[in-house]
């Protein structure tokens, strides 16, 4: 799948097969998190995979936005340092996560957020060094979606030429 095609399919999927990812996908999925720039190259993230349905349902428990996560195949906690560039960075492997994963059939959903994650640090035995980004629940979506069809502004009410206010044609 080419990247812009990746990006303009994937989709927030919140309901998952019960069908383990394979170990190769699993591995690309980190990989592209690792692989993604940071500020200063400081790389200031922690990825935690998780397949274990115990601790899935104890994530599912902890993240009020997203207790789907209980349901999916595998999870990844990230944890990111308490450094200026890291919620940055942490979102850019995020998103790369999550368009490897849509690359594969696998579906994803961004749940929390630092400060709502509290519980997880303890869940994970997460050093207080570092705070719980996201969760995201990764699996093969359970029903046909649309892929592509999504309800967006038009591209002159979300960007400009130029200067603000200037139509980008």
Do not use: C
């Amino acid at each position: 799948m080419e990247v812009f095609e990746a990006v303009r399919t994937v989709l927030a999927v919140r309901e998952y097969q019960d069908k383990p990812i394979p170990p190769d996908i699993v591995r690309k999925i980190v990989e592209a998190g690792q692989l993604t720039g940071s500020g200063m190259n400081t790389q200031p993230w922690h990825f935690i995979v998780v397949d274990d349905r115990e601790t899935l349902g104890r994530l599912g428990a902890a993240a009020t936005s997203g207790p789907y996560v209980a349901q999916a195949p595998l999870a990844i906690v990230v944890a990111i340092g308490k450094t200026r560039f890291a919620v940055s960075d942490g979102s850019r492997a995020i998103q790369s996560m999550m368009l490897a994963a849509w690359e594969h059939g696998v579906g994803s959903n961004w749940v929390g957020f630092i400060g709502g994650l509290t519980a997880v640090n303890e869940i994970m035995k997460i050093p207080s060094a570092l705070d719980v980004l996201a969760i995201l629940p990764f699996g093969y979506p359970t029903r046909k979606l649309g892929k592509g069809r999504k309800a967006r502004k038009a591209i002159g009410q979300v960007a400009s030429r130029g200067r603000y206010g200037q139509p980008f044609a």
